[in-house]
């Protein structure tokens, strides 16, 4: 097929749009065809390196020599992907019966963003941009080794995003890339609008209760993630990217913890894992001590709870699933709210909730102080996903001990340990001991 039946084939793939723009270059002894969709390409960058050329250079050779010496040029091989690069945004050169592609997108979104979930004191502020390139770019200007390498693939029926799969060659884990590569083959979505979506996509476990990916903003994390094995998955569209295998200990560790000394590093670790432990346990404490087994905990630790839940006309389990009820609802609120009234809404309604339900006494005074301290502990966790699995967990916990009291509640935390030992990361074990900083002697693919 010549160029110009090509041309005419993906002309005849649109219905009647005026935004597919065929121009005919005709010079002295310089023939050209141009194809493209306007809307798409930076009238500029055409303008300046494909028009002005055309009429300045003196023969239709040193103007085909000009064009392959430009770093978007490649050569069309077939009609699919002249169309594939006409939707992406390049530009179609007919010229000497050859068909070529020049890489002129018009992008509006590749300004650098700053950090605003992970957000840190100390180090960078500087966070991934919603263009696929930019992130490419911010990679390779922090990660200076030739064997990182970079993998494109396009899913998604109907939008057809560009991602990216990057991985050092040396150091990435071959067992995970390679079930990552048989899985990213297997996706036949329509849409694919987010990299958190491969999260689903990737996973076999459809109703799995922890997250398998760990999503990051930061490019700093991304570089330690690929310095220990890890492979990361970029969306064009998307400012935020997906990095696996991820083990647990992944998501309790920030950006900070390598910037303090040892005792305050490990320190703040230990704040971190104290307050899982107290996000999860401290409710089921209390259905146990105020309706199973008050025996356990001090005499004046008992008589205290039971004189504050004096004209509460509910049982501990339905107190408890009150307030929690509430707080979930806050917690919700504040995010879908405009984040100039978010931070107001949820602090005055967390306020009025806990005076007037204790004025009402619909809940004990304990029962919201043990409710604040359970959502401030929540808030440590330094990744969402997790944070949102601890959640539910939390609700579990709390069923099993209204039905078994505190030896429900024992049982129900070695079922959760049970399940994290059992499960994998893309064949990586979820509780195993991995410091990605210093790297791993013993995992697959180092040297």
Request: neutral net charge; hydrophobic residues 45%; aromatic residues 10%.
């Amino acid at each position: 097929m010549t160029s110009q039946e090509t041309l005419s084939w993906v002309i005849s793939q649109f219905n009647d749009t005026s935004e597919v723009i065929q121009k005919h270059l005709n010079y002295g002894n310089k023939q050209a065809t141009l194809l493209f969709i306007k809307t798409l390409i930076d009238q500029e960058l055409y303008q300046k390196y494909i028009i002005n050329p055309f009429f300045e250079l003196p023969s239709q050779e040193q103007y085909h020599l000009y064009l392959t010496m430009l770093p978007q040029f490649q050569e069309v091989p077939s009609k699919e992907k002249a169309l594939q690069f006409l939707l992406e945004g390049n530009v179609l050169v007919a010229i000497q019966e050859k068909l070529y592609s020049i890489d002129f997108k018009l992008s509006k979104n590749s300004d650098v963003n700053s950090t605003s979930v992970e957000t840190t004191i100390h180090g960078s502020e500087l966070a991934l941009s919603d263009n696929l390139m930019t992130n490419i770019n911010i990679i390779r200007s922090s990660y200076h080794q030739p064997s990182l390498t970079i993998e494109y693939y396009l899913k998604g029926e109907v939008n057809r995003p560009k991602v990216a799969l990057v991985y050092d060659q040396k150091k990435v884990r071959k067992k995970a890339l390679q079930m990552i590569k048989e899985k990213l083959d297997r996706i036949d979505k329509q849409v694919i609008t987010e990299a958190y979506e491969f999260n689903n996509f990737l996973n076999d476990k459809r109703f799995s209760l922890f997250p398998q990916m760990i999503l990051t903003e930061r490019p700093d994390r991304v570089v330690y993630n690929l310095a220990g094995g890890k492979v990361v998955l970029l969306v064009d569209g998307s400012p935020q990217c997906m990095m696996a295998p991820a083990v647990f200990f992944d998501f309790l560790t920030t950006m900070e913890d390598d910037y303090h000394t040892l005792l305050i590093s490990y320190y703040l670790k230990l704040l971190r894992y104290l307050g899982i432990f107290l996000c999860i346990l401290l409710p089921g404490i209390y259905i146990g001590a105020a309706s199973f087994s008050p025996e356990v905990f001090r005499t004046e630790l008992m008589l205290t709870i039971a004189g504050s839940r004096m004209g509460v006309p509910f049982t501990s389990f339905v107190e408890v699933l009150f307030m929690l009820f509430f707080m979930e609802l806050l917690l919700e609120a504040s995010i879908r709210l405009p984040k100039a009234i978010s931070a107001t809404a949820a602090t005055v309604g967390g306020l009025i909730l806990g005076t007037a339900v204790t004025e009402a006494a619909l809940a004990s005074n304990i029962m919201v102080i043990i409710i604040s301290a359970v959502a401030i502990s929540t808030f440590v966790i330094p990744v969402n996903e997790m944070a949102f699995a601890i959640r539910i967990v939390r609700f579990l916990l709390i069923l099993t001990t209204s039905i078994f009291g505190l030896a429900g509640l024992t049982l129900g935390l070695l079922c959760i340990i049970m399940y994290l030992v059992n499960l994998s990361s893309f064949g990586e074990p979820f509780l195993r001991l991995y410091n990605y900083r210093k790297g791993d002697k013993n995992s697959e693919g180092q040297a």
